[in-house]
């Protein structure tokens, strides 16, 4: 079985403060794992994945995500957080071994920030 | 949103109606996916095709039915026997048969509400 978890309901953070939204997850085997961003009344938007490789990934609109297998966790960040950031923020994991291309998805972290 | 599109945008319906809603992808992609979306819940996933003529439940598709006739559509009926339909619908499309490295891309969802 596969699960993710955001522990943060809502995120708060002013323009230009550094931005983190935190996931940790759960497999059997070795995960895939992806950040999607949605706006209000719109479809998700793909930010970034973690396949392989380097445990640092860059995505979208500056947004980059650290995979950390000891601590099963893949949080998001931000440098430097714009208004227009604010949306709500889901992290999906997919175990390799599981059948079929199914995604699981953590509950949705809301980010809001202030001028 | 990319190459996928969904119709309607907004769809009322009354207890005992059969509805249909329309994905349609030209990003000639083989997988498509049926997601639900609630408040606080994330997504949860109700059938997936990774070929044209062949499709799978997911976790939630009781109430729920598919057609995959062709590769750039996949319709989702919602019967009267899903208990609790209101809901956020959105449709997803991936590459090559649903590889387990390929990204979902989201369309721009149907927002279904039982009078």
């Known amino acids: 079985a596969q699960s993710v978890a955001q522990p943060e309901d809502q995120v708060n953070v002013a323009e230009g403060n550094p931005l983190t939204v935190k996931c940790t997850y759960s497999?059997?085997?070795?995960?895939?794992l992806f950040w999607y961003v949605q706006y209000p009344n719109r479809g998700l938007q793909f930010l970034l994945k973690?396949?392989?490789?380097?445990?640092l990934v860059k995505g979208s609109y500056g947004f980059e995500a650290e995979f950390n297998k000891s601590q099963t966790s893949f949080h998001l960040k931000k440098p430097s957080a714009l208004v227009s950031d604010s949306a709500l923020y889901f992290c999906?994991?997919?175990?390799?071994?599981?059948?079929?291309?199914?995604?699981?998805f953590g509950g949705g972290t809301r980010v809001l920030v202030k001028p | 949103d990319g190459g996928i599109t969904q119709s309607p945008k907004y769809l009322f319906r009354k207890e005992g109606q059969n509805v249909t809603l329309s994905c349609e992808q030209n990003?000639?992609?083989?997988?498509m996916y049926w997601y639900r979306q609630d408040p606080g819940q994330g997504l949860r996933l109700i059938y997936y095709?990774?070929?044209?003529?062949?499709?799978q439940k997911g976790d939630i598709a009781e109430g729920y039915s598919v057609s995959r006739e062709k590769k750039e559509s996949f319709p989702l009926t919602v019967t009267s026997a899903q208990k609790n339909p209101t809901a956020f619908y959105l449709c997803?499309?991936?590459?090559?048969?649903?590889?387990?490295?390929?990204?979902?891309?989201f369309g721009p969802g149907t927002r279904l509400t039982v009078l």
């Open positions: 999906a994991v997919r175990d390799i071994r599981a059948a079929g291309n199914k995604l699981t």
């Open positions: 497999v059997s085997g070795n995960p895939y």
């Open positions: 990003l000639n992609h083989d997988a």
């Open positions: 973690y396949i392989t490789g380097d445990n």
């Open positions: 095709s990774q070929i044209v003529n062949d499709f």
């Open positions: 997803a499309s991936s590459g090559l048969q649903g590889a387990s490295t390929d990204t979902q891309y």
